[in-house]
């Protein structure tokens, strides 16, 4: 049986001008785009696993946890001054060439080299 509660709404409720807290920098949001990004982050995900096989960052899941060894390995690839795409054709091209890739460091990563 479903019970009904009247809702107790205060003023903060009603905010017409609401200005979230900035990103911390130590969070996935307050870090870089790629962190963000699907291809990107399965792109760091493997490079971490490539240069650092003990890891256990889980490729099958986001593993937030990792975010800080992922922003390291930005810089490992050289990433780190890439934009982010502010339009569609721009993001069909981040997205091929982050594609290319993770598909070079998977293969490195699963043929047992380092690239």
Known sequence: MTVYREPKFTRAD?????FP?????GTASGGH?????????????VKL?????????PLWSDGREYDSK?????????????????????ALKSAWMLFRL???AAFSFFA???V
């Not at 009603?14 to 609401?18: A, D, G, M, P, S």
């Not at 785009?33 to 995900?45: A, M, P, T, V």
């Not at 696993?49 to 960052?57: F, P, W, Y």
């Not at 050289?78 to 569609?88: D, T, W, Y």
């Open 112 to 114: 047992g080299r380092q």
């Open 14 to 18: 009603f905010r017409q001008h609401y």
């Open 21 to 25: 807290d900035p990103p911390q920098p």
């Open 70 to 90: 992922l922003n390291d390995m930005i810089d490992v690839l050289g990433l780190r001054g890439l934009a982010k795409p502010g339009n569609r054709d721009d």
């Open 33 to 45: 785009w790629l962190l963000e990004d699907s291809f990107g982050r399965d792109l760091l995900k």
């Open 102 to 104: 993770l598909a070079i």
């Open 49 to 57: 696993l490539t240069v650092d096989r003990k890891s256990k960052v």
